[in-house]
């Protein structure tokens, strides 16, 4: 994704195999930009950004990341083409060693493991150590470390604080801070909905696979609707 691009969805509607999750969801989300996704457990947003990496079907509409039309391209040449993604399930290397684990993303680039660590000094201390060593929270900072390895324009963050301690879940918020201020747009999934609209410029909310409200995370924080949507 090149500095004056973004990514772009336009109808999409996606699913796994022929069940539809998402039904002609549409949005932006620019360069360097920051979006939040909203809704209740259940109503497709772990799917959208599923969808985004090209792990579900695309039954219609279009994906694109800058001009290039992503269509049912694989989630490894997703990579390439610069989306870093970090799933809720971490999914870190057991039986490597967090040296390991962000050395096998690395590419060519700004982020390098000096870099890393200085984000995440917690994981220097721990370089040797392997991934089956280490608490949820410090395989949290690696699936974010080894994203952003890969050099991405956008990350994507599913549930990053999801089961921390509030001193991890802190130190997460900082550095999503740090990723946005360095120039990466963020798209990022989380329930505590008030932390992620203080941190993103737009928002949408699905309700049962559909875009029901979208718009300035302001706007959106501020909207009568809201609470329904949230179940709050």
């Known amino acids: 994704m090149s500095a004056g691009s973004g990514i772009a969805l336009d109808g999409v509607r996606a699913g796994y195999g022929e069940t539809v999750v998402l039904e002609g969801v549409s949005l932006r989300l620019p360069a360097r930009g920051t979006l939040a996704v909203l809704g209740r457990n259940g109503v497709g947003k772990t799917t959208l950004l599923a969808t985004i990496m090209g792990h579900t ?13 992503l269509g049912t391209l ?11 993604w970090v799933p809720q399930e971490r999914e870190v290397f057991r039986s490597l060693t967090v040296e390991e684990n962000l050395a096998v993303a690395e590419r060519p680039g700004r982020w390098t493991l ?36 890969t ?17 991890i879940v ?39 696979g559909q875009a029901v409200l979208q718009g300035a995370a302001d706007e959106v924080v501020a909207s009568p609707q809201l609470a329904g949507y949230l179940g709050v």
């Not at 694989?74 to 870093?84: D, F, K, N, V, Y």
């Not at 050099?151 to 001193?167: K, N």
């Not at 946005?180 to 941190?199: C, E, F, P, Q």
Request: glycine share 12%; with cysteine.
């Open 151 to 167: 050099h991405p324009d956008l990350v994507i963050l599913d549930e990053a604080t999801e089961g921390l301690a509030p001193l």
């Open 74 to 84: 694989a989630p490894h040449r997703r990579a390439r083409l610069g989306i870093g």
């Open 170 to 208: 802190a130190e997460i918020w900082r550095v999503i801070g740090d990723i946005r201020a360095s120039g990466i747009a963020t798209l990022i999934v989380d329930r505590d909905y008030r932390k992620v609209l203080a941190r993103c410029d737009r928002a949408i909310v699905l309700q049962k």
């Open 57 to 69: 079907t695309l039954h219609g509409g279009g994906i694109r990341l800058g001009a290039t039309e």
């Open 114 to 149: 000096a870099r890393v660590y200085d984000l995440f000094p917690s994981l220097a201390a721990r370089r040797r150590h392997y991934g089956n060593e280490l608490s949820g929270g410090e395989q949290q900072m690696l699936s974010i470390g080894r994203a952003l390895m």
